[in-house]
């Protein structure tokens, strides 16, 4: 994996750093009568028992969920990031360099919000989330700073491939949607990077004993995850209901919960343990980091 340093990805990132005025809002509306979401990660052609209307209407729920969960996340991130900022390591572009990627995760929350409004107003129906914010942000940063980072990594690598390889060339997708996640893969970009290199720190001072237990506590972060994703596929059926006016049966139900929340899994789980960026940041970790990450993934696609 290409090395960076603290320098040149602040460099980069002052070079694509965009406003969230020059995206979002006024005539740059999101289109509802198109997918925002690809069925790699929607996953509603499964349901057999939906029309094609209420397969769109799944979607839009979805990609509503999908990037209210990077909200979430970076609301876990950012006082994280702000950790690491109070220890001099004594490379000067170092601490500059984290203050930038806290002011763009601080922006790309207040982005989400901002779509989550515009969402609700071209919706017409509420759609649920998980929450609240704080009590996730603090059993996720309750664990070892290593199975943070460990946690924090995968989540950026994973964004970096969803765009690429599922969202950027798939011509059937809202471009409006596109594009927000486009502008948000330009900085997390370097993000991604910056917090392989905070691992790298932790791991310049960690025994193996002690990756063995960031290991074990990033697979309790990933527990606790996984919790609520089932929770979220439940609030997403609830609003699926509230947004077609139909109510589904015992038999139906049971399948859309499955269905979507193996879908959940994948997407912010699975799909983050198989990454091939993240899974050579755990090799660098050495002893049976990524083995025992990749042969966890299995239950998570």
Same mark, same amino acid.
């Given at each position: 994996m290409q090395q960076h340093s603290y320098q040149t990805l602040l460099d980069?990132?002052?070079?694509?750093?965009? !406003?969230? %005025?020059?995206?979002?809002?006024?005539?740059? *509306?999101?289109?509802?009568?198109?997918?925002?979401?690809? $069925?790699?990660?929607?996953?509603?052609?499964?349901?057999?028992?939906?029309?094609?209307?209420?397969?769109?209407?799944?979607?839009?729920?979805?990609?509503?969920?999908?990037?209210?969960m990077f909200g979430l996340v970076e609301e876990c991130i950012l006082p994280f990031v702000n950790m690491a900022i109070e220890h001099d390591e004594g490379e000067p572009h170092r601490i500059p360099a984290l203050q930038q990627f806290a002011e763009e995760e601080v922006k790309h929350m207040e982005l989400f919000r901002r779509f989550r409004h515009e969402f609700a107003d071209g919706f017409g129906s509420e759609c649920g989330f998980i929450g609240p914010p704080e009590a996730v942000r603090d059993a996720f940063l309750a664990h070892h700073p290593m199975a943070v980072a460990i946690?924090?990594?995968?989540?950026?690598?994973?964004?970096?491939?969803?765009?690429?390889?599922?969202? !950027?060339? %798939?011509?059937?997708?809202?471009?409006?949607? *596109?594009?927000?996640?486009?502008?948000?893969?330009?900085? $997390?970009?370097?993000?991604?990077?910056m917090d392989a290199l905070l691992l790298q720190e932790l791991a310049r001072?960690?025994?193996?004993?002690?990756?063995?237990?960031?290991?074990?506590?990033?697979?309790e972060i990933g527990a606790f995850l996984d919790g609520g994703l089932k929770g979220l596929a439940?609030?997403?059926?609830?609003?699926?209901?509230?947004?077609?006016?139909?109510?589904?049966?015992?038999?139906?139900?049971?399948?859309?919960?499955?269905?979507?929340?193996?879908?959940?899994?994948?997407?912010?789980?699975?799909?983050?343990?198989?990454?091939?960026?993240?899974?050579?940041?755990?090799?660098?970790?050495?002893g049976n980091a990524r083995a025992r990450v990749e042969e966890a993934s299995a239950m998570f696609c």
């Open positions: 980069v990132s002052k070079r694509v750093n965009w !406003r969230i %005025d020059d995206i979002i809002g006024g005539d740059k *509306k999101l289109d509802f009568s198109k997918p925002f979401l690809p $069925e790699t990660f929607a996953r509603t052609e499964a349901l057999a028992f939906l029309s094609d209307r209420e397969r769109l209407t799944l979607n839009h729920i979805r990609a509503h969920g999908y990037l209210a946690a924090t990594l995968g989540i950026e690598w994973m964004s970096q491939a969803h765009y690429v390889e599922s969202v !950027r060339d %798939d011509g059937d997708l809202d471009p409006q949607f *596109k594009s927000l996640l486009k502008h948000h893969w330009q900085e $997390e970009s370097q993000h991604a990077r001072h960690a025994t193996p004993d002690v990756v063995e237990r960031a290991i074990d506590e990033y697979f439940q609030l997403d059926l609830e609003s699926f209901e509230r947004a077609t006016g139909r109510t589904l049966n015992a038999d139906h139900r049971e399948e859309f919960l499955a269905v979507q929340h193996q879908a959940l899994r994948w997407t912010f789980l699975g799909s983050a343990m198989r990454n091939k960026n993240f899974l050579a940041a755990l090799s660098e970790l050495g």
